[in-house]
C-alpha cells in the first residue's frame, strides 16, 4: 500500500469522523460544514475527471452545478404545488425524491456538457477556457431573467427533499447522504483513470497528434470525459441545493468556477482525493478565516500562491512525495 493511498483513506476517515465528534462535542453546526465539504469535493471530483486527466481547464463547470441546483429546486416547487413542469415539448411531474431529481440533474448535466463540450472542445488553450466561461455565463443570465422561478432571488426549497427510509431532515443523515455519493463518486473517477479509456485521456492531453496516428479520436475521449464531469457536477449541485434549501444565481456565477478549480489545485491536480482535501482546507479557511475578517480571501490566495509556488503536487503531493497517484 502506497503513502499517499494511506494518506487519502486518513482524509476519508477524517472526513467521516468530524460530524460525529461535533456531535459529541455539541457543536451539530460543524455537521452542516462537513457536508459542505462533501458536496463541494463531489463537484471538484467531477472537473478532476476533466482537468486533472484531460487536460481540459473550464470555467464553466459552474453551469452544470447550478443546473443541477435549479433541478433540485424546481422538482421540488411543482411537487409542493402539486402542477407539471412544461418545458417544450416536456411534460414532467415535480418530484421530492432524491434519486428522481439526482437522475434528472444527471441527464440535465450531461446534456448540457454534450452541447458545450461540442463546441469549446473544438479549440483549445485559452480558447477553451473562455468559450466554457461564456457558455456559463449564458446560463447564468438565464436564470437571471428566468422569473418563473425566482429570478435574481433565487428559488426556496421549502422542505428539503426526501430520500426512502431517511429522514433528511437530520442533519447527520443528510451528510452520510452526501458522504456516499462522494465516495462512489471517487471510486467511478478511479475506475476511469486506471481503464483503457482513462489512459487514451490522458495520452490525448500528453500528445494529440500520436493518440490519433493510433486511430483513437480524442475528440470523442475528451467529450465523453467532460460529460461524465458535467454530470458528476450538477449531481453535487443537486445536493448543495438542498443542504441549502435553496438555489440561486450564484451557483451559474464564475465565481463557483474558480472555487472549483482552486479546491483541485489545493489538494492536488490529477489526485484522485485532492479534491477532497482541496474542499476540506477551503472550508476550513472560509469558517475560520470568515469569522475574524472580511477579507479572508486574502489569506487564502498567499495559500494558493504558496502550493503553485512550492508544491504543485498539492496537499496529497506534499504528504505523499514522489509516491504513485492512490
Known sequence: MSRETVI??????????????????GNPFYVTLATRMAILG??????????????????????????????????????????????????????????????VALVAGGLLAAAIGAISLRTSGVYFIMITLAFAQMTYYFAISWPAYGGEDGLSILIRNQFPGVNTMVPLNYFLICYAVLIAAILVSML???SRFGAALQASRQNEVRVASVGIAPFRIRLAAFVISGMMTALAGALYADLNRFVSPSMLSW??????????????????????????????????????TERW??????????????????LIGLLAGRARHG
Open 297 to 314: 480571501q486574502f489569506f487564502l490566495g498567499l495559500v494558493l500562491l504558496g502550493v503553485v509556488l512550492f508544491a504543485r503536487g498539492g
Open 42 to 103: 463531489l463537484a471538484a471530483v467531477g472537473l478532476n475527471i476533466a482537468l486533472g486527466l484531460g487536460g481540459l481547464v473550464s470555467f464553466g463547470h459552474a453551469a452544470f452545478f447550478g443546473v443541477g441546483g435549479y433541478v433540485a429546486g424546481i422538482l421540488a416547487s411543482h411537487a409542493m404545488s402539486m402542477q407539471p413542469f412544461n418545458f417544450g415539448l416536456f411534460t414532467l411531474s415535480g418530484s421530492n425524491q432524491m434519486p428522481v431529481i439526482w437522475l
Open 192 to 194: 476511469i483513470r486506471d
Open 8 to 25: 487519502n483513506l486518513a482524509l476519508a476517515l477524517l472526513l467521516l469522523a468530524i460530524p460525529y465528534a461535533a456531535i459529541q462535542l
Open 255 to 292: 465565481h463557483m468556477s474558480g472555487e472549483f478549480i482552486v479546491l483541485i489545485i489545493l489538494g492536488g491536480v490529477g489526485r484522485l482525493y485532492g479534491p477532497v482535501a482541496g474542499a476540506m482546507l477551503f472550508v476550513m479557511f472560509e469558517f475560520l478565516l470568515g469569522g475574524m
